[in-house]
């Protein structure tokens, strides 16, 4: 079946780590997003790529990194730069540019910084 | 700059009745969605309207949209106890090339 695929589900990290979300799709989808969610905030998007080798900022980019290196794969490291880690990630992917397209999401990410 | 609102709860017995509602800023959207998002789950898009209707029904569902007052509603009719989630309202095809997101609304059903 096509869909997105997000992992690990969970993810625990040790202050000062950088930790990789793992974010695959097989939709054939050119765009793909970022999403940070925290409880009362919505989602706020980090990063988004509309074709392969190339990426933008979203909103609260600081302390996060992407790559676009293959269609299918848009993977988030989350630095040690970034003050308040812990929240829920969501990986998506759009046919078109998402101003006209359904955004597919992937199941989320939830990491805990201890 | 671009801002999408929604009440952050509502609760409802079951069979009634729920309107959620969201108020967006950038006049210049194409298209206004809803998405569901079940307990820990990513989200699925439930219906889209149009910036030029004011009314969509599928089902269950009835949106409505006024864009004078840039104003989007969603209507579940006969609420059930799996339709608790949190739904969001997002906007698109504005200034940016993106989707902007409410807060989300936590729809909660007592039976």
């Known amino acids: 079946d096509g869909g997105i695929t997000q992992s690990p589900k969970y993810l625990f990290r040790k202050e000062g780590q950088n930790v990789t979300l793992s974010c695959e799709q097989n939709l054939n989808h050119d765009a793909m997003y970022w999403y940070r969610q925290d409880p009362g905030q919505g989602l706020r998007l980090i990063y988004y790529?509309?074709?392969?080798?190339?990426?933008q900022k979203g909103d609260i980019a600081e302390g996060y990194s992407v790559s676009r290196e293959k269609k299918e794969s848009f993977p988030l490291t989350v630095t040690s730069a970034q003050k308040n880690p812990t929240a829920f990630y969501l990986c998506?992917?759009?046919?078109?540019?998402?101003?006209?397209?359904?955004?597919?999401f992937g199941e989320g990410s939830r990491l805990t910084v201890l | 700059g671009e801002d999408v609102e929604q009440s952050l709860f509502l609760s409802v017995r079951e069979g009634d009745s729920s309107v959620i509602n969201c108020t967006y800023t950038d006049s210049s959207s194409t298209y206004l969605y809803w998405y569901k998002q079940e307990p820990g789950a990513g989200l699925q898009l439930l219906t889209y309207?149009?910036?030029?209707?004011d009314m969509k029904q599928d089902q269950r569902l009835t949106v409505l949209l006024n864009k004078k007052d840039k104003h989007l509603s969603l209507r579940i009719a006969d609420t059930q106890t799996g339709d608790s989630a949190i739904y969001f309202c997002?906007?698109?095809?504005?200034?940016?090339?993106?989707?902007?997101f409410g807060t989300g609304t936590l729809l909660a059903v007592q039976p």
């Open positions: 998506a992917s759009s046919l078109q540019g998402a101003s006209t397209g359904e955004l597919f």
């Open positions: 997002a906007e698109g095809g504005g200034a940016t090339n993106k989707l902007i």
């Open positions: 790529s509309q074709i392969v080798n190339d990426f």
């Open positions: 309207i149009f910036s030029n209707m």
